[in-house]
């Protein structure tokens, strides 16, 4: 972890020399007004903040290589002791929190209110996990005769995680905290667009007394995450990102015979009946499409309004969202930050100008929002948008736009939405607003979602499973069932008896 060129300290990044690697700033420096801001001078709306050198087969194969040599340690200590380690960890990202935050509103552009949170949610997986690596154990069966058999959890090896943009930390907090806690090592590649924080938490895993090499970090895009899928000591690749990425990561993890988890994205439905909550449900819709400048895979973009209460939805939701402070990321005042880069926020405004065409109408926001501060003039800012008049059909109801866009559509019974609501490739998250219990778990039962959120959107405890049906992908981060997709089950079968042989 100390020296090779690929592990590179967020504070020395202007001293790289340049690459084809571009970490593209979207953030800002400073505000003017409240004095919680922290400037970071050399952050610039649009500047480029560092170049990378992408790590190439030399640097990959020694990453994968170190983390063997420290697996084979890491894999003999009992859950006890890795637990300790991680528990340090957490500690440690407990105690930079805010720093932390801070670099990751720099890689991403999301608010600081929002970093802090997803570095909370970071350092409580760990936490989980350490407490769930004592307690894997295997099964002991009683066979005739006294003989018995039993199962142990063995580690797979060395995991790679590839990560997105959106939420880089935790990101790579939800793969390593499991693969680690299961006695596995893990070589991680974050996206170009965000390499900064992943960098810091490889450095709070070695001050905690993880054995150096654990947790890699190489840095790259399409090429480094290919090298790393084809790489044969690898034994999991687990991904987050696109689809069609996902597509290929399963191809080439196929080639080696090897486990992978996939996180792709989705086009979620939110279904509010009439008998709900009403302030919830906005609430809830908010939620539901406007973290993260709304790229969020979960995001329940495709939000259902039974048709009696759709006026007084959308007045709220409308009034509501152009409420949202969009504006310096590094603002605690600020609920919206900046998108990742200048081509990505072409492509959200594309979808708009395609769903006017198309017939929709723009409620509110929807355009390239310059704030007043002139220094954040240059950001990649979009005023967060709710779209009406929308159907099935159309473009932006049917693929994922991973920006500030909501489609609302009304509908009249339940039957109809439900149709509505699973015709689509995806299956990533869903939710239903309503008072009325039998029907809030019918609607769940017939989703076809990895997770259904009843009278909420967008809440990620640790604690539970996370993950897709269909083209959204399959494995699970987070909750207990994840260490299943981090380690293999032995069975071991003991003779007590004389062999009984057939020959
Ligand atoms: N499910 C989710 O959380 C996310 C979904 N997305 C979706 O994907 C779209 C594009 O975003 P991208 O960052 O370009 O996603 P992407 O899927 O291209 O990239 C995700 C990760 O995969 C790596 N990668 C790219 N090509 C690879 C290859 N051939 N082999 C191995 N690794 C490879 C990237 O460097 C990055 O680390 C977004 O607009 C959004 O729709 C993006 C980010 C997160
Ligand atoms: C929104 N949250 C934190 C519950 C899940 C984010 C998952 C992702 O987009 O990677």
């Known amino acids: 972890l100390n020296d090779p060129p690929y592990l590179t300290s967020p504070l ?70 890795r637990a300790r380690i991680m528990l340090e960890a957490a500690r440690i990202i407990r105690e930079r929190r805010d720093e932390i935050a801070r670099a990751e509103v720099a890689n991403n552009g999301k608010s600081i209110t929002e970093a802090q ?96 090499g654990l947790f890699n970090v190489v840095q790259g895009g399409a090429e480094t995450g290919g090298l790393l899928c084809h790489h044969p000591m690898v034994a999991k690749v687990s991904f987050t990102g696109s689809v069609p990425t996902g597509k290929k990561v399963m191809e080439m993890a196929a080639k080696g015979v090897k486990q992978v988890t996939l996180e792709l994205g989705g086009k979620s439905p939110l279904i509010i009946f009439k008998d709900c909550e009403l302030e919830n ?19 329940g973009t495709r939000v259902f309004v ?19 402070a969009v504006g310096d990321p590094m603002c605690e005042e600020t609920r919206m930050g900046a998108l990742i880069r200048k081509p990505h926020m072409e492509k959200v405004l594309g979808f708009i100008k395609q769903a006017k065409e198309q017939g929709a109408k723009v409620l509110c926001g929807g355009e390239r929002f310059v704030p007043s501060d002139p220094k954040l003039k240059d950001g990649y800012f979009v005023s967060p948008c709710v779209l009406d008049n929308c159907r099935d059909d159309m473009t932006c109801v049917k693929e994922e736009i991973f ?10 019974t339940e039957d109809e939405v439900l149709q509505r609501a699973n015709n689509t490739t995806f299956g990533l998250a869903s939710g239903v607003f309503t008072r009325d219990i039998a029907r809030a778990h019918r609607v769940a039962e017939n989703l076809q979602a990895g997770t259904c959120y009843i009278n909420n959107y967008n809440v990620g405890p640790v604690e539970v499973p996370f993950g897709g049906y269909k083209m959204s992908g399959f494995g699970r981060e987070n909750g207990q069932v994840t260490t299943e997709y981090y380690s293999q089950l032995k069975t071991v079968v003991v003779e007590m008896g004389d062999v009984e042989s057939l020959f």
């Open 12 to 81: 020395n990044l202007q001293s790289l020399t340049s690459g084809n690697m571009v970490c593209s700033q979207t953030a800002l420096p400073s505000c003017n007004v409240f004095n919680t801001c922290t400037p970071l001078s050399v952050l610039f709306p649009g500047r480029v903040l560092c170049d990378m050198i992408p790590c190439g087969e030399e640097e990959v194969d020694e990453a994968i290589k170190s983390a063997h040599s420290a697996y084979l340690k890491w894999s003999k200590l009992s859950g006890m002791e």
């Open 117 to 212: 949170v997803d570095i909370d949610v970071a350092w409580q997986c760990i936490e989980y996990y350490a407490g769930i690596a004592p307690t894997l154990s295997g099964q002991h069966i009683q066979l005739p005769g006294g003989s018995f058999a039993y199962t142990r959890r063995e580690p797979l090896g060395v995991c790679v995680g590839i990560g997105a943009w959106n939420y880089p930390f935790q990101i790579a907090a939800w793969k390593s905290a499991p693969a680690m806690a299961c006695g596995n090592a893990m070589v991680f590649k974050p996206s170009p667009m965000t390499p900064v924080t992943v960098v810091m938490l490889a450095e709070i895993y070695k001050e905690a007394g993880v054995p150096d």
């Open 281 to 299: 449900a906005i609430k809830g819709a908010l939620m539901a499409n406007f973290l993260t400048q709304g790229e969020v895979c979960c995001n």
């Open 306 to 324: 039974q048709r009696e209460i759709m006026p007084q939805f959308l007045e709220e939701v409308v009034k509501r969202t152009k409420a949202i």
């Open 403 to 412: 920006g500030p866009v909501m489609s609302v559509l009304p509908f009249d």
